[in-house]
């Protein structure tokens, strides 16, 4: 039966196959040829309990020490940790707060406290039926008023409205008193209206409806009015959004600078403002209930707010900070689920619960020891919630190595004969002795009198499971090593990316990887070999003998009852090595009815695909097999051409879903026809700073010793050069042309917001001393710009000071500012900010200099963020520029095979380029921060299981001599499909659970996650085992070494016919219908 069905297999493997299918004993002895893994299998086999116990002490005691070293929390956010601080933009912004807390005191009596309007409290209005009518009716000026009056009446908003008052308040204050709100409510109500918020008449509306209209008629009147209404009021008559503002001031009693986003101020004002939302909410009716309150939500996002035939929305910065960091708590709640989701699959691959268990444990422990390297070795103290998503990347990757490794396990079984081992071995194990040298932990610990003499004890089976070992770890050290090498490398590649929370991503992620392949390598094995001879209760299935499970006298200390023991042992003898069996005729019938397996199952999947690919028409072609290949290929062209339109994003980065309370505020800002000036980036020109001394500065703790200002030791105002040439450019500055989209009125800057302290100095100093600055001596001139600097305020900002624009510091003027409102509104996008960013350089370049007055420079927030966004571009092109690389060069290394490694490499970029092609091209995504940080993981976990094909495709003609790439290409499939498909299913399904979260950051990377996994699946067996089948190498063709001898650059070896080979020759000889076919044993094939 067996040479029958030889006959018709060309392949060495697939004959070899065959005989393992049947029952024959494989050629394969097992064993590695490695003394070290021999000696590593050896200790897994005879002490596993052990092995585990070490292994797990020691990951339990680095968990146990982060928490000794307090190393184990996130860090303190801050609104630096995204900045990139080696651009210029950073530097300036450094330079400038180090400058302004250097100043010296404004010495006046008035006190500061609140007079700075750090952050607002808009609220939105929006008439649900707007078809031509006036918005305003005197419903819906009483709802607007009603609204507003949540926050007026909020106690925190006015405190008592008294300075030096115990009750801190949190309104911006004029002149001691609370600032009134910017509300619609005024036109109609007062200007200093209390929100009583009465019913007016249909009379009073109408006239002061009239007047607001009349207003929008002018410039001046746009720029006053226009914040009330949309763009289309003025030729419209008629405005069907409004909104409101409070201004929230600082600093705050007890601080004396003014807040910015994560100080201790910002914190304050934040508690503050979620006390302020939640009466909101209780207002319009909208607390989260059900199930979004049971995952911790704070709003109810199906819900609407409507008041008075309104539609009403509300957004503040320092609310949307808070609602994110609630959201993210909660949302990373999600990873308990992917856990719980990845250990079921395990165990329901593995058939083993104690596997599952301990798989899943080493998992979710790696992360806790990367931690411990990460902080305490790498001294990287900087982890945040992006760091936490590198759960959902180890759960797939750890699943994947573990079935790696059980796999291996499993088909070793069939791989390496039972007694398989020489008789000089065997006689070898019987004889040896259990003295108190060789096992003196047995001997005197587990057994009670001399030499150990437990029954049962199985010295050619310890030798068979040490075979076993032997073949399953060095085939899985060699597949994980390549796989996590590569995906480490990946994540090692965004160390490069500018931004620090992205580059200690990539940083933590890879440590994980390769903690996890530690872990793999010495946890799974001995869970195996514990699960496997002492839970399973069945020790002599594979050598036909059926015994039970006996007691265990060196359970723990001295491994599995198997020895090796004494041959003084008494009524025992070891049973001989298996021998040839022959094949009887319904052998073959109950082999195929085996392979019967469900087509849903990985085993279905491998059938099947096989099946499939390998179908040859009459003409001998695999149509199949090619049209697959080529539709791949068109696709991944398509998908490079689709990723190639991905640019950054046109709108500002949306953090929640589109029916969230804030992103409908976001979205609705642009439909005002005009700001309040605060609205308006604040753009600053600074003269007198040259640079920033950032000796301790430590990159990973972005909020502590950003820089020390240095200062221009020739920048003197007092010359009257110099003091034209600020004039000049207090001028220069407000008149600056920008024809720009984000630009209005067709300036750089917004009218009447420029504020030059030189210019009202002057004026100030004519009426005090009836002389011009320029008769001024340097000593009069500094002295009365001091006077003048600590008695008088802006015009613009009575009740503010010149503590920031004149900067005086012991005593003495080190640098000057001028400040204004840009025509372009804050959080603009990247595709917005660009263009207007190159026109605020030339402004800069465009103003005279003189020898005292060096070249100035300018600065914006917004251009902090811009180079944010700018570095995400640039980190992902430079991380896929060294992981490519990387990844081709460990398939050089895994397969030996230039080849194989080109072919893997055009399927990974294809993998690549597919998932973010698909997101440009089906879901119309830009280039944002999310996308940006999945392009790296996506180049990560593209690559494993592409590296698996080919690694056991070049891994066949080392093990069965297949020289022949249908050979090559069926080994492959075999023996790492199911693993690779289990390995889908794990990392895909952890991510799956990233789309029940609110943040649509998360709910992206789910989608993202998923697409990779589907097309690394999809190309490495549709287009890359298929273009092997088809034109994979055969023998030495594309070998490293082979090229080298071809060329002469290494001295040619004598290629021998693999014994493999001889073995199916011999067995191809074999007379018809003989009965059974005999292969011979290891030592006759020297295999």
């Given amino acids: 039966?067996?040479?029958?069905?030889?006959?018709?297999?060309?392949?060495?493997?697939?004959?070899?196959?065959?005989?393992?299918?049947?029952?024959?004993?494989?050629?394969h002895k097992g064993a590695s040829g490695s003394p070290r893994i021999n000696a590593i299998s050896k200790k897994l086999v005879y002490q596993p309990c052990t092995v585990c116990g070490w292994t797990l002490g020691i990951m339990f005691f680095i968990t146990f020490a982060l928490g000794v070293f307090n190393a184990g929390g996130l860090s303190e956010q801050s609104g630096y940790d995204w900045d990139i601080s080696t651009t210029q933009a950073v530097i300036n912004a450094d330079m400038i707060t180090s400058g302004e807390s250097d100043v010296d005191d404004i010495s006046i009596s008035n006190s500061t406290e609140r007079t700075d309007a750090s952050y607002y409290i808009t609220i939105q209005y929006n008439k649900i039926s707007c078809n031509g009518e006036n918005m305003f009716t005197p419903e819906t000026v009483k709802a607007i008023c009603e609204t507003d009056a949540v926050v007026y009446n909020n106690l925190g908003w006015k405190g008592t409205g008294i300075m030096g008052s115990d009750e801190m308040g949190f309104c911006l204050l004029s002149?001691?008193?609370?600032?009134?709100?910017?509300?619609p409510s005024n036109l109609f109500y007062g200007s200093n209206h209390n929100f009583t918020c009465e019913l007016l008449s249909d009379e009073e509306v109408a006239v002061a409806s009239a007047t607001l209209y009349t207003h929008l008629t002018t410039t001046a009147g746009e720029l006053t009015y226009g914040f009330y209404v949309d763009k289309q009021a003025p030729t419209d008559g008629q405005t069907c959004w409004t909104r409101s503002m409070f201004k929230v001031g600082?600093?705050?009693?007890?601080?004396?600078?003014?807040?910015?986003?994560?100080?201790?101020?910002f914190y304050k004002i934040q508690e503050w403002m979620a006390d302020v939302q939640e009466d909101l909410q209780g207002f319009f009716g909208m607390k989260a209930e059900g199930f979004q309150a049971l995952a911790g939500q704070s709003v109810n996002l199906g819900g609407v707010a409507t008041k008075g035939g309104l539609d009403v929305n509300w957004f503040s910065i320092v609310m949307q900070n808070a609602e994110m960091m609630h959201t993210v708590a909660n949302d990373t709640n999600m990873a308990l689920f992917s856990m719980i989701f990845v250990w079921f699959w395990i165990v329901m691959h593995t058939g083993s619960f104690l596997i599952g268990s301990l798989g899943m444990l080493q998992i979710v422990l790696s992360l806790p020891v990367s931690l411990f390297i990460y902080r305490v070795i790498f001294r990287i103290w900087f982890f945040d919630t992006l760091q936490t998503l590198a759960i959902f990347v180890i759960l797939g990757v750890g699943a994947d190595d573990v079935f790696v490794m059980v796999d291996a396990w499993v088909q070793s079984r069939d791989e390496v004969p039972y007694g398989g081992g020489s008789d000089e071995d065997e006689e070898q194990i019987v004889a040896s002795k259990c003295?108190?040298?060789?096992?003196?932990?047995?001997?005197?610990?587990?057994?009670?009198?001399?030499?150990?003499?437990?029954?049962?004890?199985?010295?050619?089976?310890?030798?068979?499971?040490?075979?076993?070992?032997?073949?399953?770890?060095?085939?899985?050290?060699?597949?994980?090593?390549?796989?996590?090498?590569?995906?480490?490398?990946?994540?090692?590649?965004?160390?490069?990316?500018?931004?620090?929370?992205?580059?200690?991503?990539?940083?933590?992620?890879?440590?994980?990887?390769?903690?996890?392949?530690?872990?793999?390598?010495?946890?799974?094995?001995?869970?195996?070999?514990?699960?496997?001879?002492?839970?399973?209760?069945?020790?002599?299935?594979?050598?036909?003998?059926?015994?039970?499970?006996?007691?265990?006298?060196?359970?723990?200390?001295?491994?599995?009852?198997?020895?090796?023991?004494?041959?003084?042992?008494?009524?025992?003898?070891?049973?001989?090595?298996?021998?040839?069996?022959?094949?009887?005729?319904?052998?073959?019938?109950?082999?195929?009815?085996?392979?019967?397996?469900?087509?849903?199952?990985?085993?279905?999947?491998?059938?099947?695909?096989?099946?499939?690919?390998?179908?040859?028409?009459?003409?001998?072609?695999?149509?199949?097999?090619?049209?697959?290949?080529?539709?791949?290929?068109?696709?991944?062209?398509?998908?490079?051409?689709?990723?190639?339109?991905?640019?950054?994003?046109?709108?500002?980065?949306?953090?929640?879903?589109?029916?969230?309370?804030?992103?409908?505020?976001?979205?609705?800002?642009?439909?005002?026809?005009?700001?309040?000036?605060?609205?308006?980036?604040?753009?600053?020109?600074?003269?007198?700073?040259?640079?920033?001394?950032?000796?301790?500065?430590?990159?990973?703790?972005?909020?502590?010793?950003?820089?020390?200002?240095?200062?221009?030791?020739?920048?003197?105002?007092?010359?009257?050069?110099?003091?034209?040439?600020?004039?000049?450019?207090?001028?220069?500055?407000?008149?600056?042309?920008?024809k720009e989209k984000g630009c209005q009125f067709g300036l750089l800057i917004r009218p009447n917001t420029t504020t030059c302290f030189l210019e009202e100095f002057q004026t100030w100093h004519y009426n005090t001393y009836a002389e011009t600055t320029y008769d001024c001596t340097a000593t009069e001139f500094y002295s009365r710009l001091t006077t003048f600097r600590e008695t008088t305020a802006p015009k613009a900002d009575p009740y503010g000071d010149w503590s920031t624009e004149i900067g005086m510091i012991d005593g003495e003027l080190k640098f000057a500012t001028i400040d204004s409102r840009m025509t372009m509104k804050v959080l603009q996008s990247v595709i917005v900010k660009r263009p207007i960013s190159k026109i605020a350089d030339n402004l800069v370049d465009d103003l005279v200099t003189t020898s005292t007055l060096n070249k100035p420079f300018q600065w914006t927030w917004d251009w902090v963020w811009y180079q944010t966004e700018e570095g995400l571009i640039i980190g992902l092109m430079l991380g896929m520029a060294i992981a490519l690389p990387v990844a081709f060069a460990t398939l050089i290394f895994a397969t030996g095979n230039v080849v194989v490694s080109l072919y893997a490499i055009v399927s990974i970029g294809f993998v690549v380029a597919s998932v973010l092609g698909a997101c440009k091209a089906y879901l119309d995504w830009d280039l944002g921060i999310a996308e940006s940080v999945a392009g790296v993981i996506v180049i990560g976990l593209a690559v494993d299981y592409t590296i698996h094909m080919g690694h056991m495709y070049d891994h066949a003609s080392h093990e069965i001599g297949a020289q022949d790439r249908e050979a090559r290409f069926r080994f492959a499939v075999e023996k790492m499909g199911t693993t690779v498909f289990a390995g889908a299913i794990t990392t895909a399904g952890s991510g799956m659970f990233l789309y029940f979260t609110v943040l649509l950051f998360f709910s992206k990377m789910a989608t993202l996650i998923v697409f990779t996994i589907f097309f690394s699946f999809l190309y490495s067996f549709g287009f890359f085992m298929a273009l092997l089948l088809l034109a994979g190498p055969e023998g030495e063709f594309g070998r490293i070494g082979y090229i080298l001898e071809s060329l002469g650059l290494r001295k040619k070896a004598d290629y021998e016919k693999p014994a493999s080979a001889a073995v199916v020759d011999e067995a191809l000889a074999a007379p018809i219908g003989s009965g059974e076919v005999a292969l011979k044993g290891d030592e006759d094939t020297n295999l």
Wanted: proline share 7%.
């Fill in 175 to 183: 002149n001691g008193e609370c600032e009134q709100p910017i509300s």
């Fill in 435 to 738: 003295d108190d040298k060789a096992f003196p932990v047995c001997c005197a610990t587990c057994c009670c009198a001399g030499p150990c003499a437990c029954k049962g004890h199985d010295p050619v089976r310890a030798d068979w499971y040490v075979r076993r070992m032997e073949y399953a770890y060095s085939r899985a050290m060699k597949a994980v090593f390549n796989t996590s090498w590569t995906t480490a490398m990946a994540f090692f590649a965004t160390a490069v990316s500018p931004i620090m929370p992205i580059s200690t991503f990539g940083i933590y992620a890879a440590l994980c990887i390769i903690m996890n392949y530690v872990f793999v390598m010495t946890l799974t094995p001995a869970t195996i070999i514990i699960q496997e001879y002492y839970m399973e209760g069945t020790h002599g299935e594979s050598s036909g003998e059926k015994q039970s499970s006996l007691p265990n006298c060196c359970w723990c200390c001295s491994g599995p009852n198997f020895g090796p023991f004494s041959d003084t042992v008494k009524g025992w003898t070891p049973p001989p090595p298996s021998k040839p069996e022959k094949v009887p005729i319904d052998e073959e019938s109950k082999a195929i009815e085996k392979m019967k397996v469900s087509p849903c199952s990985p085993e279905g999947f491998i059938n099947g695909y096989l099946n499939t690919m390998e179908l040859k028409t009459q003409g001998g072609v695999r149509w199949f097999a090619i049209s697959t290949v080529l539709a791949l290929s068109a696709y991944g062209i398509f998908s490079c051409a689709a990723s190639s339109q991905l640019t950054p994003p046109t709108e500002a980065e949306q953090w929640f879903p589109d029916n969230h309370i804030y992103s409908k505020a976001l979205k609705s800002m642009d439909k005002f026809l005009s700001g309040d000036d605060d609205s308006y980036a604040l753009f600053k020109v600074v003269y007198g700073m040259k640079g920033l001394d950032r000796s301790k500065y430590n990159i990973y703790i972005p909020a502590e010793n950003r820089g020390e200002t240095k200062y221009d030791s020739d920048f003197d105002l007092q010359p009257a050069a110099a003091q034209n040439a600020f004039l000049d450019a207090c001028d220069t500055i407000r008149n600056y042309p920008c």
């Fill in 1 to 27: 039966i067996v040479s029958d069905r030889l006959l018709q297999h060309s392949a060495g493997a697939e004959a070899l196959t065959l005989h393992r299918t049947m029952g024959v004993e494989s050629p």
């Fill in 250 to 265: 600082s600093p705050l009693r007890g601080y004396s600078g003014a807040s910015s986003v994560g100080d201790k101020q």
